[in-house]
């Protein structure tokens, strides 16, 4: 399924179908724009993210949702949907429940662990996507979700990668092209990632953008184990 001539087509097919199961199993319209989010295992990651997302979807829903939005036609706030992601047990989890509890999110709002491959189904589920970096970033792309993503990291730190790496994440170093916008230390501030989300939510055609710029790339992040083929005769 990662081959250039199917990947496109037969992912899309499979993704859809756990979009559809998702978004029936928590009663999530098919026309509702769908936001993911994981704000990171660790409580310095989460408290970088949590301020600056809750602040930017909020930015975001009020511009393309009625009453707020200019658009005589823009839907109501209701439509708008963003599902966190969290790891479950972690000192993050904790800190972001605590901190919605004193902080109203925008939209509604979904909470899921990472048990059962939940993410993964959220992922496949939704239109757009925040995660800090890390492996998440590469389900996304699986996924074909676009995603923006969020770090926290000194300039000094940054300016060794960029002379090494010339990237950060992983997946956009293997590559070596920012597919994914990677928003860094104060990059990552609430306007910026309403922006984004904004450019890719009048241009629905993005993801499909991504999708083909990934297309030879996903095959390259995978670990192989080589088998007998005269021993193994099942798909694996």
């Known amino acids: 399924m990662v081959n250039k001539n199917n990947f496109s087509v037969d992912v899309e097919r499979a993704v859809d179908k756990v979009k559809s199961e998702f978004r029936e199993r928590h009663q999530i319209p098919d026309k509702s724009t769908v936001l993911f989010f994981a704000p990171g295992n660790e409580i310095k990651e989460a408290a970088f993210t949590m301020p600056n997302v809750i602040k930017g979807v909020k930015e975001f829903i009020l511009k393309y949702s009625s009453p707020t939005s200019l658009s005589p036609k823009a839907p109501s706030v209701?439509?708008?949907?963003?599902?966190?992601?969290?790891?479950?047990?972690?000192?993050?989890?904790?800190?972001?429940?605590?901190?919605?509890?004193?902080?109203?999110?925008?939209?509604?709002?979904?909470?899921?662990?990472?048990?059962?491959?939940?993410?993964?189904?959220?992922?496949?589920?939704?239109?757009?996507?925040?995660?800090?970096?890390?492996?998440?970033?590469?389900?996304?792309?699986?996924?074909?979700?676009?995603?923006?993503?969020?770090?926290?990291?000194?300039?000094?730190?940054?300016?060794?990668?960029?002379l090494f790496n010339r990237w950060q994440n992983n997946m956009v170093t293997i590559a070596d092209n920012n597919i994914y916008p990677e928003l860094i230390?104060?990059?990552?501030?609430?306007?910026?990632?309403?922006?984004?989300?904004?450019?890719?939510?009048?241009?629905?055609?993005?993801?499909?953008?991504?999708?083909?710029?990934?297309?030879?790339f996903i095959k390259g992040t995978l670990s192989y184990h080589s088998l007998d083929i005269t021993v193994v005769k099942s798909r694996d």
């Open 78 to 162: 209701e439509n708008y949907t963003t599902v966190i992601s969290l790891h479950k047990g972690s000192e993050a989890e904790k800190f972001v429940r605590d901190y919605l509890k004193e902080n109203e999110w925008k939209g509604r709002l979904i909470i899921i662990d990472n048990e059962n491959n939940e993410h993964i189904n959220a992922m496949a589920a939704s239109d757009m996507g925040l995660i800090y970096d890390g492996q998440m970033v590469g389900a996304a792309a699986v996924c074909h979700l676009p995603t923006m993503i969020l770090l926290n990291m000194r300039m000094h730190h940054q300016w060794y990668h960029d």
């Open 185 to 216: 230390g104060g990059e990552a501030w609430y306007g910026k990632i309403c922006d984004t989300l904004a450019e890719w939510y009048v241009k629905p055609q993005t993801r499909y953008e991504m999708i083909k710029k990934w297309e030879y």
